[in-house]
């Protein structure tokens, strides 16, 4: 089966970062490198990842100095080493089959960029209905107007390379904008794999005020474009560790 490049982009993500780790080190399909790519953390993130050299023996620990979701992603892709591509955030986790059924099914459905659905297992009624409602979104904005979610994305170096990347001067939805973007040149689509999301952003946020603004910016986008002068402030790393 293909072998992969799994980006992880980390900021202060010491407590979690090697939750993820461990989870790509039990993966059924073991032909990947894994890139973390760190914003300049004030924690010990990379020193947590570089303890799992010995389990992820094609393991990179990439700090850079400036810090930025979208550069992380497009410094991870320009490291990586294979044409298949796979963002993650390190506050998710993944079932020991998720790279072998994801690789099969990027292949089947001869998908170049792709998303995968949140997880919700293990949440409270409240929140797998939200996570319903989300991944139902997901799927159909997917034929006409993709959004995603960069937490969990998957792409190749042939794509990445040639829509330019992810759009650094966007600080909202920039996951949304590169899958559009792949899209008006290959074929988008989610996949029927699934990654557990860590709902902190959710209980930080609040529920209703993070699906709400999510929803007015992608509409936002839908009318007017992308926003490219801070039209909706969202930070980058502002969530804090609850235990």
Not at 206 to 229: D, I, L, P, Q, S
Request: hydrophobic share 40%.
């Amino acid at each position: 089966m293909t072998p992969i490049s799994i980006i992880i982009i980390t900021l202060n993500e010491e407590k979690r970062i090697g939750r993820l780790l461990d989870d790509l080190s039990k993966q059924s399909h073991q032909q990947f490198e894994v890139i973390v790519v760190d914003s300049n953390s004030d924690d010990n993130t990379c020193e947590v990842a570089r303890g799992f050299e010995q389990a992820l023996p094609s393991l990179t620990v990439h700090k850079m100095e400036q810090r930025g979701t979208s550069l992380g992603r497009n410094t991870g892709a320009e490291i990586a080493k294979h044409e298949r591509l796979l963002f993650l955030d390190a506050d998710v986790r993944l079932p020991p089959t998720f790279i072998a059924n994801a690789l099969h099914q990027l292949e089947s459905k001869k998908l170049e960029v792709a998303g995968a659905y949140m997880n919700a297992d293990n949440l409270s009624v409240g929140y797998r209905l939200g996570y319903i409602a989300f991944n139902a979104g997901l799927f159909a904005t997917s034929f006409f107007f993709p959004t995603a979610v960069g937490a969990c994305m998957f792409s190749t170096k042939r794509a990445h390379n040639e829509i330019g990347g992810f759009d650094t001067d966007i600080t909202l939805c920039e996951d949304c904008d590169y899958a559009k973007r792949a899209a008006q040149t290959w074929r988008y689509r989610m996949i029927p794999v699934s990654f557990w999301f860590d709902p902190r952003r959710l209980e930080q946020d609040g529920f209703f005020k993070m699906g709400w603004t999510y929803f007015k910016a992608n509409v936002r986008r839908f009318f007017f474009g992308e926003m490219r002068k801070n039209e909706m402030e969202y930070k980058f790393d502002h969530y804090k560790d609850a235990n």
